[in-house]
């Protein structure tokens, strides 16, 4: 019996017609499809609800004193909650979980991603698409406009916690999620 192959060809072209910066890379699925987040709260390891600075609680999320703006500035604040600061290069550094800021061609933050744990590439939540591990952040850069969109901009900021930060602002429910979608990827093999 011949082996399966994931991603399937369908979800591949789905994919790579929005992202074709993925189309030579070595990117796959890391999670079934949800619209339960999206990836400003995959970037704040938070897998119960969606980050957005506009929008109608429950449904939204924004964290508290922090301007409800879609502005990159009130990203790096909102961040900032959870314990991220700026900081200049996107390199893998021992002991720290870093996130990238997209923005679009008019400067409006328009995705974020977070390092792989091993600094091996990033993981990125697709709007309510799957979770995908890609190699580089250029995989996702692109135009935003005009219509379809055929990436997300460019990466304008990149913050970065202690891992002692992310385990005491709330990393753990993101990894316990992580858990279950490897049980999800052995099971898809």
């Avoid at 709260?41 to 922090?66: F, I």
């Avoid at 900021?157 to 385990?167: H, P, V």
Wanted: aromatic share 14%; charged share 25%.
């Amino acid at each position: 019996m011949a082996a399966s192959r994931f991603p399937p060809a369908w979800l591949r072209a789905r994919i790579e017609q929005d992202y074709p910066n993925l189309k030579k890379s070595k990117w796959k699925p890391k999670s079934p499809r949800t619209n339960r987040y999206q990836c400003i709260a995959w970037a704040a390891c938070d897998t119960r609800r969606r980050w957005w600075p506009v929008g109608d609680p429950p449904v939204t999320y924004w964290p508290p004193n922090v301007p409800a703006e879609e502005t990159v500035d009130c990203f790096i604040q909102a961040f900032a909650t959870i314990g991220f600061k700026p900081c200049e290069s996107d390199d893998y550094e021992l002991g720290f979980q870093k996130v990238a800021l997209f923005v679009d061609n008019d400067g409006i933050p328009s995705h974020m991603v977070r390092q792989h744990l091993l600094g091996i590439g990033w993981l990125s939540k697709l709007g309510d698409w799957e979770d995908i591990y890609h190699p580089r952040l250029s995989n996702l850069e692109g135009r935003t406009h005009p219509e379809p969109t055929q990436g997300y901009g460019t990466v304008q900021q990149i913050l970065k916690r202690s891992w002692l930060s992310a385990m005491r602002n709330g990393a753990l429910r993101g990894w316990w999620a992580s858990l279950g979608f490897w049980l999800f990827r052995i099971s898809h093999r």
